[in-house]
């Protein structure tokens, strides 16, 4: 099965729009409303087996897959939770079927850059990092071709702002910067530190599809890119995933992949070129592409390809009065699965936080559901795939919808929640302005919980995790984030708990559960993201986008298609 993905480069490369920074906290917060009761027990149990090392790192058509699926739908339907999937037969199944390319590098990729003829050898997961390609290619093979500075990689005719300068990519390898022109000054056309789609790489590779470059490899900085090489090396060097795509050489460059600072900053000094210089420039509207003379990249290594079919496992609770008008709660079910041992020869990519946690939070808010008043409007808990390989089970449930999208009232997603004690506040993936934001604000308020815009807009989080696909197309959405002022230790502790989870864990086999673990946080916010839906489910509230929100006419299109207020 095709799936042709249509999205308009219009909306895709908008800033998001924020708020100002600040921390929204009430004079004083009225008592808190009724609210089911979490099992921090059973969320610890549900943890614990998700992420166990017989799950495999629940990677996308694994065995891992498959017991994992078992296990969620077992948790689901023992919930009273009923089957929301694709139909067949006139009945619901528990599943959505999503058709993927599936691409692994077969063997050892040779790699080597050569200056002035002279080669030298690079090693896959130390100086680079190259992903199985996605453009059809059943191998990748080319000899000393030209490497090209084209600063951040981006054409934004709306900011006036062209990298490329109509270069002749053809044949060559670009070399581009992560993130933003104005990320490290903070201001200019970009949004400043908050980082639009031109800072994503899925940006830069689509970016450089469409310049007809054979390549593409990024700088890798870790400020910039807000995680470490570690996190680069073990989500590229792995097998890779994509929707099915009528065109995909149009979407991704022949090769694709990564470089460490310091073999950019060797190749740029051999081509006569200072490193930093050139990123200043490259700051500038006035940046021109620049050759790097006597240097050249080779490469030779085997792809193999497949089209294979991953699973959205839906569940659903039938709306009493208007059961065709749906809220969505979203997490994605799968992780790395087994991958490049660590320090310790450890190779399961357990996904503990990211994201056993959203998953055991959508079974038990679904049984809160289930075992209350039936809403007026339908709940729909869609647990998605391969949100690592690039948001693919999102991307595919909104492009290919169980329940329109016009009638979606708004998606809540739960994405890597914290598992430890509660905190006074919690935050967002970006913050764009939307009704859905104002209501969560207010539910949690209800709880003193302050909100704090995204602490870090410049990491691009709004485009990382499960919300996004839907949001480009109009869908109030909101994706959660656990508070950093612990109860227990302020917001000193939470930085430093959050720091070493994004340095130690993070897409690494150490995101493990621990049985220090109290999940009362969990439980408690758990209790907002309930009471913010079930309110939005018992309503006829449509929330909507901000008049000046890049998302508000993808939305205004389809009101004829809900009923008025």
Not at 272 to 280: H, M, P, Y
Request: neutral net charge.
């Amino acid at each position: 099965m095709k799936l042709p993905i249509a999205t308009p480069l219009a909306v895709l490369c908008a800033a998001v729009l924020s708020l100002p920074a600040h921390a929204a906290k009430p004079a004083k917060a009225p008592k808190a409303p009724k609210a089911p009761t979490f099992d921090t027990k059973r969320l610890s149990d549900e943890v614990k087996t998700l992420s166990s090392d017989e799950f495999e790192g629940r990677g996308p058509a694994t065995a891992g897959e498959t017991k994992t699926i078992d296990y969620v739908v077992a948790q689901m339907k023992a919930a009273g939770i009923q089957p929301g999937g694709d139909l067949k037969d006139g009945k619901r199944l528990w599943t959505q079927a999503v058709p993927l390319l599936r691409t692994e590098i077969a063997g050892t990729p040779t790699l080597s850059v050569s200056v002035k003829k002279k080669a030298r050898a690079l090693t896959q997961g130390n100086e680079i990092a190259v992903r199985a390609a996605l453009d059809g290619s059943k191998s990748v093979s080319f000899k000393n071709a030209p490497l090209v500075f084209a600063g951040y990689g981006v054409a934004a005719p709306e900011r006036q702002w062209d990298d490329f300068k109509g270069v002749d990519l053809k044949g060559k390898i670009a070399i581009v910067l992560i993130n933003d022109p104005d990320f490290e000054t903070g201001n200019g056309d970009f949004g400043g530190k908050a980082m639009t789609y031109y800072g994503r790489w899925t940006y830069k590779f689509e970016e450089a599809a469409r310049r007809g470059a054979l390549g593409l490899l990024i700088v890798h900085e870790t400020e910039p890119a807000s995680y470490g090489w570690a996190t680069v090396k073990n989500s590229n060097t792995n097998t890779m995933f994509d929707v099915v795509r009528d065109k995909p050489s149009a979407t991704h460059p022949t090769m694709e992949g990564w470089i460490q600072r310091d073999l950019a900053v060797s190749l740029f000094k051999s081509a006569g070129l200072d490193f930093e210089k050139l990123k200043k420039q490259a700051q500038t509207r006035e940046f021109k592409p620049v050759v790097l003379k006597n240097v050249t990249l080779s490469a030779n290594y085997a792809v193999d390809s497949q089209v294979i079919t991953s699973q959205n496992i839906v569940g659903r609770i039938d709306g009493s009065k208007k059961p065709d008008e749906t809220v969505i709660y979203s997490a994605h079910w799968d992780h790395l699965g087994v991958g490049q041992p660590d320090a310790k020869g450890d190779k399961i990519y357990n996904g503990a936080v990211d994201n056993a946690t959203g998953t055991a939070a959508l079974i038990e808010i679904g049984r809160a559901f289930a075992k209350g008043k039936k809403p007026l409007r339908s709940v729909v808990l869609l647990n998605v795939t391969a949100e690592e390989k690039g948001l693919l089970g999102s991307e595919y449930y909104s492009a290919r919808p169980l329940y329109p999208l016009a009638k979606t009232v708004a998606v809540i997603n739960m994405d890597a929640l914290d598992p430890t004690g509660p905190s006074r506040d919690f935050t967002t993936s970006g913050s764009a302005k939307q009704d859905l934001l104002t209501d969560l604000i207010s539910t949690a308020q209800r709880w003193n919980l302050s909100y704090v815009d995204d602490p870090k807009p410049e990491a691009g989080h709004f485009f990382r995790s499960d919300h996004f696909p839907f949001a480009k197309r109009g869908v109030p959405a909101i994706s959660f984030g656990s508070g950093e002022d612990k109860v227990d230790g302020g917001i000193a502790a939470g930085k430093a708990e959050s720091e070493a989870y994004n340095r130690d864990r993070y897409h690494q086999p150490a995101d493990q559960w621990e049985p220090t673990w109290t999940f009362a946080g969990m439980a408690r916010d758990m209790q907002i993201l309930y009471t913010l839906g079930n309110e939005l489910a018992n309503s006829n509230k449509w929330p909507n986008w901000s008049e000046d929100s890049e998302f508000r006419a993808a939305r205004d299109e389809t009101a004829d298609q809900r009923p008025s207020k």
